[in-house]
């Protein structure tokens, strides 16, 4: 069966050939590329190339890309250095997309207002969606000319309010929405339904759980989700890609506190991969048509 899994399992950053070799092993087939996600990390030749030699040497697929978020050189950045600094990054990642023989999209973070937000930070989140809908219109060319499209992520908390302007004013032949179950399930606003009302957006998918009070990032069937309407909106969206789980060990039940994040022990991260994989498939089999 065909699965896709995030390379971030453990760490963002490092040597990804262990993590690379037992997403192999333990069955998935394709990986979103996660790695460096929140960082201003930009990828050369020798990186891309050593990647590429990893790929082919686990037979695995890239099918998505998480572009940087939580970065300075941010495409919705108020300042205009770092918001053209953000959209070269997003030039870097779709070179990687394309020299990688991605199947799928760029992910990207978006600004946006939570149920509990301040007055402040409302006025604040308002300055980055204007930067956003500016990179926006400046990206247009450029996904048109790389054959790319872009999904804009659903993020915790979220009113919705962005996310509604975003895929109601721009073409949804270029840009679309990743949806993030987790994210959705988040106690602050539940959005399930927003993703049910929009699933003809849907171009990417970040699948995974959690105890609805923070994003955990844990495998299906391990927390307080609803898998049986995330399986509804994944049938009844114009989703086609290969069912991508971004998964993470750290507050899953087989993360060791004995050892640090970045040392968890090769069987410990194992054993998390094969029973995820497990949960996975158990999840792919309720999203048959």
């Known amino acids: 069966m065909e699965l896709a899994v995030s390379t971030n399992i453990v ?6 050939e262990n993590i690379l070799r037992l997403i192999h092993e333990t069955g998935f087939t394709h990986i979103l590329w996660s790695h460096h996600w929140s960082s201003d990390f930009a990828y050369g030749r020798y990186e891309l190339a050593a990647i590429k030699k990893m790929l082919k040497k686990y037979s695995l697929q890239l099918q998505d890309v998480h572009g940087c978020a939580n970065a300075e050189k941010s495409f919705f950045s108020p300042l205009e250095y770092q918001r053209k600094a953000g959209i070269e990054l997003i030039k870097n990642r779709i070179k990687m997309m ?36 500016r990179s926006m ?5 450029i996904l048109q000319k790389s054959n790319t ?18 895929l109601d004013n721009y073409p949804a032949e270029l840009f679309g929405f990743c949806f993030d179950s987790g994210h959705a399930n988040i106690h602050l606003r ?9 699933r003809s957006r849907i171009i990417a998918l970040h699948l995974h759980d959690n105890d609805s009070l923070t994003d955990q990032h844990t495998a299906p069937f391990s927390g307080t989700l609803n898998w049986e309407k995330t399986a509804e909106i994944i049938k009844n969206s114009g989703y086609s890609g290969v069912l991508t789980f971004e998964l993470h060990i750290k507050d899953s039940s087989f993360f060791d506190p004995a050892y640090a994040r970045s040392e968890q022990p090769l069987h410990t ?8 994989y497990n949960r996975c498939v158990k999840f792919a089999e309720m999203c048959r048509r």
């Not at 760490?11 to 990804?16: A, F, I, N, Q, V």
């Open 11 to 16: 760490m963002s950053s490092g040597d990804p």
């Open 98 to 133: 394309k020299y990688l023989d991605a199947s799928g999209v760029l992910v990207m973070h978006q600004p946006r207002i939570k149920t509990d937000s301040t007055a402040s930070e409302i006025a604040y989140k308002r300055k980055q969606f204007a930067s956003l809908c």
């Open 137 to 141: 219109d400046e990206l247009i060319p």
């Open 149 to 166: 499209r872009i999904a804009l992520e659903n993020m915790p908390g979220d009113t919705w309010e962005f996310q509604r302007y975003l």
């Open 190 to 198: 539940n959005q399930l339904d927003d993703c049910w009302e929009y």
């Open 269 to 276: 991260t194992r054993a998390f991969l094969e029973d995820a």
